[in-house]
């Protein structure tokens, strides 16, 4: 019997070798690796006239605007620098709003007018380009025939080497403009909501007598992500397409041993870890932990926290380096949100804090009831995310990550807040009138003589809600694993801004008239946590209850994208974006036609995707099954059964091959749907329509996936890509 490509795939992985040491710490030391290709702050004090470097860093540490005359000076130092470092070529990285990065590489190259070529770069390359902005989505911003777009130098993310076998290159982190100055780009409303964030922060901090302080957002994202063998993942044109699979039935063998959580992890795949991590130490990025995750094949890389502005930068770059080392190991790193139905999905939980220079505004010390500016931060933080919860649901969300929020392990798509047994505490005391005390952590006692005993936390965790307190920050659990993390936090950051202002204007008008601080603050904050804490939940944000308490509370369950996306219209939206200037009516109407359009060509896609595969793959299987079947009770007749075995697979196989042609007839309606329309229309069509449309044909394939014989069923299926590594 021929063997299908299917088994040949487990052969080969049976049989690969495959090349482990490729990195050696023993050798190299992480403290010689880290950095080595970013023109940090190091490189620059090294390279640069003085008054150059600091006026760099005065725009790097200070957000003072950069003195344009500087850039010259930069640019060749940054040449130099690269040139020696085997670069060949100079690239303006941008995020377009596809979420992804992109770039355009030029030469430092350029003809010394006798014939040879001398190596360029000057002041002018460094802070502008000027990249074809037709091809990328602008949602109505700009008409193709209005090509100019423009990339902006950001000296606050420092430029970086991206290696290659055949030669490297220098990337220099950009914003991307219109031509009429409109962002086309996740970055510069990033940029935008840091400084709104700030100015309204330092307003709260010089009431608490600190004044003239610069406020950054910290974040430290946890990626999570799926390998699986490579040699699976070319016969699956799901994942090739789609990033997830479309069929597949569940394992005999899934989570529920909990045996993979923190579990050993495998050689491959530690040693792709290890490659992961000294790739991204090369590039400044500071990743610290890593272990298995809940699913089987699923895996965790978290960094430590930075500002936001640069954690995102450096995220992106931790997807790619993910996504791109996993070859060298024959694997496919799957970055989507929910790449295999029924066990977990990946989310990316955004940890999110403000911070001076030196001081971490969200840390409660010993005794946070006493400490009044904690206190405040904290309130400005909860009113934000119980006054605008709905344009929070809105930044996560995606086609891929309605198909993980609610689905019983990740958190529900209605946005709470937990806040822990001792901040709740304390919550509840200022809203009865004034806070007294704090529960305090203690020390655990093991009864263990041999062991040590334990410093005790002040409260225990919550996996399921989709924003918690988790000891000096809040945890953004509900992003999904592909975003990309600056849409979330320009969303946090103004938020927050705008209740750092609403708060300090308070405090400003109260104190103007006579009240102390503390007078004021104890005045103020009771009201606005009674009125903020209907977004308060620290129960199970998995069950059921939770749902109908959550409607009787009256918050928004937004339950898929297409609920959502209207939101970024809406009225409040606008005029809180445009207050702080972080995007403008045009720009939001922009990214709501551009986020309708990546839903439906998301949710397109995969129609088209499930139908090819139905009818290329699993009916032409399936009707081979069928013949044998057939033929084998027509032999059994043939030799004198009067009820030869096979009669009722043989009737339950037609039904569920009829299931799956109805299923077809309507996919193939549906993704042949054309009309006009704007673009949300056509999401809702996606919705309405074609996930039906699939889900139907999906069960009836994952039935027949139960009944047809192994040899012939084409699809590496979910026992085979989880658990064969
Ligand atoms: P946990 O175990 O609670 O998830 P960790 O200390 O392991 O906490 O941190 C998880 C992530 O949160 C890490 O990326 C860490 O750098 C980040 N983090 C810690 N403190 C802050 C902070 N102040 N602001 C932003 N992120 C932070
Ligand atoms: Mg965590």
């Keep these: 019997m021929p063997t299908t490509a299917r088994q040949e ?61 500087v850039a010259d000076a ?48 000057s002041g002018k390359e460094l802070i502008k380009g000027e990249p074809d902005a037709s091809s990328f989505p602008s949602g109505g911003l700009r008409a193709t025939f209005e090509a100019r777009g423009y990339t902006a130098w950001d000296p606050t993310s420092p430029a970086y080497i991206a290696e290659n076998p055949n030669g490297s290159t220098l990337v ?84 529920e041993l909990e045996d993979q959580y923190f579990g050993a992890i495998p050689e491959r795949v530690l040693a792709y870890m290890a490659e992961c991590e000294a790739e991204l130490f090369k590039l400044g990025v500071p990743v610290k932990t890593r272990h298995n995750e809940v699913a089987p094949s699923q895996y965790e890389i978290a960094p430590i926290y930075e500002n936001s502005n640069l954690a995102t930068d450096h995220q992106n770059l931790t997807q790619e380096v993910l996504r791109k080392t996993a070859d060298k190991y024959g694997l496919v ?7 295999f139905a029924g066990i977990n999905g990946s989310g990316k939980h955004n940890n999110w804090s403000m911070s001076t220079d030196s001081e971490n505004l969200l840390e409660p ?33 995606s086609a891929h990550n309605d198909h993980r ?50 410093p005790k936390e002040a409260g225990d965790r919550n996996r399921t809600s989709p924003f918690a307190f988790t000891g000096n920050k809040f945890e953004f659990r509900a992003v999904g694993s592909s975003a990309n993390i600056s849409g979330a936090n320009t969303v946090l950051n103004t938020i927050v801004a705008e209740s750092l202002d609403y708060i300090a204007t308070q405090l400003e008008t109260a104190i103007k008239g006579g009240k102390s601080l503390a007078d004021a603050t104890q005045a103020l904050l009771p009201g606005i946590i009674k009125e903020s804490k209907k977004v308060v939940f620290n129960g199970n944000g998995y069950a059921e209850e939770w749902h109908a308490e959550a409607a009787k509370r009256g918050l928004p369950n937004l339950k898929n994208t297409v609920d959502v996306l209207p939101v970024t219209v809406e009225a409040d939206t606008i005029a809180l974006f445009e207050k702080y ?27 088209k995707t499930a139908l090819l595969m139905a009818k290329t793959m699993i ?83 994952d039935k027949l996936e139960t009944m047809v014989s192994d040899d012939l069923w084409p699809l590496p299926t979910y026992r085979e890509m989880l658990f064969i590594k």
């Design 9 to 69: 795939a487990i052969k080969s992985i049976a049989s690969t070798k495959h090349v482990l040491n490729r990195v050696d710490f023993k050798t190299t030391h992480v403290k010689d690796l880290f950095g080595v290709n970013v023109f940090n702050e190091d490189m620059q004090r090294a390279r640069l006239p003085k008054p150059i470097f600091k006026a760099l860093q005065k725009t790097v540490k200070t957000g003072a605007t950069l003195d344009p005359t």
């Design 74 to 121: 930069v640019a060749s130092a940054m040449k130099d620098w690269a040139l020696e470092r085997g670069a060949t070529h100079y690239t303006h990285l941008f995020q377009p709003m596809t979420g992804i990065t992109a770039e355009k590489h030029d030469s430092f190259l350029t003809p010394d007018g006798a014939g040879g070529a001398v190596a360029e770069f």
């Design 172 to 255: 220099i982190p950009t914003a991307f403009l219109s031509w009429t100055g409109e962002a086309l780009d996740k970055k510069t409303p990033l940029l935008k909501s840091m400084d709104a964030l700030s100015v309204q922060a330092a307003r709260v901090l010089a009431l608490f007598g600190k004044p003239g302080q610069r406020v950054i957002t910290t974040v430290g994202p946890e990626q999570e992500y799926f390998l699986i063998d490579k040699s699976f993942y070319y016969l699956r044109p799901d994942l090739i397409a789609t990033g997830r699979t479309l069929f597949g039935s569940p394992p005999p063998k899934g989570q």
């Design 333 to 339: 790193c799957l970055i989507h949100e929910k790449p």
């Design 365 to 397: 010390g010993h005794t946070p009831h006493e400490n009044a500016q904690f206190l405040v931060f904290t309130t400005a933080v909860i009113r934000a995310v119980a006054k605008y919860s709905k344009i929070l649901r809105l930044a996560i969300a």
């Design 405 to 454: 929020l609610g689905a019983n392990e990740a958190p529900p798509a209605i946005i709470s807040i937990f806040l822990g047994d001792q901040l709740n505490d304390i919550i509840e005391q200022i809203e009865a009138g004034g806070a007294k005390t704090s529960k305090q952590g203690g020390m655990f006692q093991t009864g263990v003589s041999v062991l040590p005993q334990l």
């Design 581 to 607: 200037k972080v995007y403008s009516a045009a720009e939001l109407k922009s990214r709501y036609n551009i986020l309708s359009e990546a839903y439906t060509k998301a949710v397109a896609i995969e129609g």
């Design 619 to 701: 009916l032409p299987a399936a009707l081979r099954y069928q013949k044998d079947v057939g033929e084998s009770i027509a032999a059994g007749k043939a030799a004198g059964a009067a009820q030869p075995a096979g009669v009722e697979v043989f009737g339950t196989l037609v039904s569920t091959i009829n299931e799956l042609l109805a299923g077809i007839k309507s996919l193939e309606k549906a993704v042949g749907h054309e009309a006009a329309g704007e673009p949300y229309d056509h999401a809702k069509f996606a919705r309405d329509h074609i996930i039906p449309a699939l889900l139907s044909t999906r069960e009836a394939a």
